[in-house]
T-cell receptor, first 111, second 116 residues
């Protein structure tokens, strides 16, 4: 079974403060991890994938297999970062790749 | 075209109605998905189509009936729904659901369904 845990439903930070959105996973195989973002009244969209090790909009995330974590970080929060963030895991399920989402963390950046 | 489109945007239906949700993608993806998303909850997988064949059904009630007429289109037929089925229904597509490895999914804007 594959499981994704996001311990915080809501995270409020001041503009310019560092941000860390936590994500832990459980999966017996080699996981593929993603962060998706959903801005107000917009569609769900991919923010980051662990395999590409890129930085998008100042966000980074490192896969830590020892701690089974994939936390999302940004050194300086901006108001436009306010959104719902979902951590997701892609793993094998009934012979197919299935994506499982965490419950999501709402990031609120206070001006 | 790098978008997944869904129609209608909003749908209100009674419990005895029959309606359909439509989804379309022209990215050449061979996997398409239906998700249900309740307010303040993550998307929950309902169905996976791989190469136009139903591959995963996550124990969805039969009042939801998916259909994949071709590799670009995905429908969800609705019949005798309950008020608790009211939710945002999301369609997504990805390059391939069979091959192991990253399965980046592209999401449509969703259909907001209200069952009276």
């Amino acid at each position: 079974a594959q499981r994704v845990t996001q311990p915080e439903k809501l995270l409020s930070v001041f503009k310019g403060a560092p941000v860390e959105l936590k994500c832990n996973y459980s999966y017996s195989g080699s996981p593929e991890l993603f962060w998706y973002v959903q801005y107000s009244r917009q569609r769900l969209q991919l923010l980051l994938r662990h395999i590409s090790r890129e930085s998008i909009k100042g966000f980074t995330a490192d896969l830590n297999k020892g701690e089974t974590s994939f936390h999302l970080k940004k050194p300086f929060a901006q108001e436009e970062d306010s959104a719902m963030y979902y951590c997701a895991l892609s793993g094998r399920h009934q012979g197919y790749q299935k994506v499982t989402f965490g419950i999501g963390t709402k990031l609120q950046v206070i001006p | 075209d790098t978008e997944v489109t869904q129609t209608p945007k909003h749908l209100v239906m009674g419990m005895t109605n029959k309606k359909s949700l439509k989804c379309e993608q022209h990215m050449g993806h061979r996997a398409m998905y239906w998700y249900k998303q309740k307010a303040k909850k993550p998307p929950e997988l309902m169905f996976v189509y791989s190469y136009e064949k139903l591959s995963i059904n996550e124990s969805v009630p039969s009042r939801f009936s998916p259909e994949c007429p071709n590799s670009s289109l995905l429908n969800l037929h609705l019949h005798a729904l309950q008020p608790e089925d009211s939710a945002l229904y999301l369609c997504a597509s990805s390059q391939d659901a069979v091959r192991e490895g990253p399965n980046e999914q592209f999401f449509g804007p969703g259909t907001r369904l209200t069952v009276l």
